[in-house]
């Protein structure tokens, strides 16, 4: 860190969204006997006085992005929230949910060991909890109602705009208010039955993830990093696991079947039974709260990201998908997949 923007990025990074301990933690203690492939661990420690951390693991045969590959052989890493390149993203998004339920079980049946839960701390109330949601909600609306590529064509319309009396605006001007209120009993009630939490995996993106296809061309994965490993609610885990999908509609469209397999797989490998509408509920609860956070990005942008994007700069950008998005630091072109996705939950699965 070399400016006084970089020195925020990184405090931001190390100290408040605390990455690295809880990939540390996994790494040492459950990656040798995890239930799906992950790089051996050799050495990690990290400095308490400047968090910066250190991670050694094996090194895995990755090609390049322009390699080839066959049957059993690893691809090269997905790049962050550009899942339109991918060719079968569905089945990207479900291996790794199918994974994750399958360490959820093991978690909760002692195949990792007796007791392992108890070993990481259990579900638990935010330190702070988010404030001053109707401000935010102006500073976000006063970014997505006139820059065209933040919101998809179904929030914004054919005309690339939200007006002010849109059910959209008023909603969210309505609504968020209520569910900062609401903050501590929505915590409480997902964290209520404990056969609905367990471990997670927070940051379940497929930059984190490897892949493979078997013989005949189905999509295997395993994992990277595992930033933000913790024990949640599993609604809210994978809720924050898909939030950095750049397609809304495949989310939209698939978010039930991936839920589905989640159950299925989290039964099959011992875990308790679990109930679709309970989950579906969780779920839908955990996207309302994203949004206390979704209306705090176009701060968080201008605090991490590129202090060239000034708000003139980003009327200028036409799509998601160009380059000075996709090349925005910190890999903060997530956060632009976070606020279309809940943007997209909000007006298309009717949050409110």
């Given at each position: 860190?070399?400016?006084?923007?970089?020195?925020?990025?990184?405090?931001?990074?190390?100290?408040?969204?605390?990455?690295?301990?809880?990939?540390?933690?996994?790494?040492?203690?459950?990656?040798?006997?995890?239930?799906?492939?992950?790089?051996?661990?050799?050495?990690?420690?990290?400095?308490?006085?400047?968090?910066?951390?250190?991670?050694?693991?094996?090194?895995?045969?990755?090609?390049?992005?322009?390699?080839?590959?066959?049957?059993?052989?690893?691809?090269?890493?997905?790049?962050?929230?550009?899942d339109?390149?991918?060719?079968?993203?569905?089945?990207?998004?479900?291996?790794?949910?199918?994974?994750?339920?399958?360490?959820?079980a093991?978690?909760?049946?002692?195949?990792?060991?007796?007791?392992?839960?108890?070993?990481?701390?259990p579900?638990?109330?935010?330190?702070?909890?988010?404030?001053?949601?109707?401000?935010?909600?102006?500073?976000?609306?006063?970014?997505?109602?006139?820059?065209?590529?933040?919101?998809?064509?179904e929030?914004?319309?054919?005309?690339?705009?939200?007006?002010?009396?849109?059910?959209?605006?008023?909603?969210?001007?309505s609504?968020?208010?209520?569910?900062e209120?609401?903050?501590?009993?929505?915590?409480?009630?997902?964290?209520?039955?404990p056969?609905?939490?367990?471990?997670?995996h927070?940051?379940?993106?497929?930059?984190?993830?490897?892949?493979?296809?078997?013989?005949?061309?189905?999509?295997?994965?395993?994992?990277?990093?595992?930033?933000?490993?913790?024990?949640?609610?599993f609604?809210?885990?994978?809720?924050?696991?898909?939030?950095?999908?750049?397609?809304?509609?495949l989310?939209?469209?698939?978010?039930?079947?991936?839920?589905?397999?989640?159950?299925?797989?989290?039964?099959e490998?011992?875990?308790?039974?679990?109930?679709?509408?309970?989950?579906?509920?969780?779920?839908?609860?955990?996207?309302?709260?994203?949004?206390?956070?979704?209306?705090?990005?176009?701060?968080?942008?201008?605090?991490?990201?590129?202090?060239?994007?000034?708000?003139?700069?980003?009327?200028?950008?036409?799509?998601?998908?160009?380059?000075?998005?996709?090349?925005?630091?910190?890999?903060?072109?997530?956060?632009?997949?976070?606020l279309?996705?809940?943007?997209?939950?909000w007006?298309?699965?009717?949050?409110?």
């Open positions: 860190a070399v400016t006084d923007h970089d020195k925020k990025s990184v405090y931001i990074a190390r100290f408040i969204l605390n990455n690295d301990g809880p990939e540390m933690d996994f790494a040492r203690i459950l990656s040798a006997g995890a239930p799906m492939k992950c790089p051996k661990y050799y050495f990690g420690d990290i400095c308490l006085k400047t968090a910066t951390a250190i991670l050694i693991t094996e090194k895995l045969p990755l090609p390049s992005a322009s390699e080839d590959f066959g049957p059993y052989e690893l691809e090269a890493i997905p790049y962050k929230s550009v339109y390149l991918l060719d079968l993203p569905f089945q990207y998004y479900d291996a790794m949910t199918r994974n994750i339920a399958c360490l959820a093991k978690g909760k049946s002692g195949g990792l060991g007796r007791d392992i839960e108890d070993v990481f701390p579900p638990a109330l935010p330190t702070a909890f988010f404030m001053s949601t109707a401000r935010r909600v102006e500073e976000f609306l006063g970014l997505v109602c006139h820059v065209p590529c933040v919101l998809p064509e929030v914004v319309g054919p005309h690339g705009r939200i007006d002010n009396d849109a059910w959209f605006v008023q909603t969210l001007r609504v968020l208010p209520e569910v209120q609401a903050q501590r009993p929505i915590l409480e009630y997902l964290f209520s039955d056969d609905y939490c367990g471990f997670t927070q940051n379940m993106n497929t930059d984190n993830a490897m892949f493979w296809r078997d013989d005949d061309g189905n999509v295997c994965s395993g994992f990277i990093d595992w930033g933000r490993f913790k024990r949640d609610n609604a809210r885990g994978l809720s924050n696991g898909y939030m950095c999908c750049d397609l809304c509609e989310v939209q469209q698939s978010d039930e079947a991936w839920i589905q397999h989640f159950i299925e797989s989290f039964m490998s011992g875990g308790p039974p679990l109930k679709f509408d309970v989950f579906w509920e969780h779920y839908m609860l955990s996207w309302l709260l994203q949004g206390l956070s979704a209306v705090d990005l176009p701060r968080q942008l201008a605090l991490t990201g590129s202090p060239h994007m000034t708000y003139e700069g980003w009327m200028q950008i036409p799509s998601y998908k160009d380059p000075r998005v996709f090349r925005l630091p910190n890999y903060n072109n997530g956060m632009v997949a976070i279309r996705n809940f943007a997209y939950y007006t298309c699965r009717d949050l409110p």
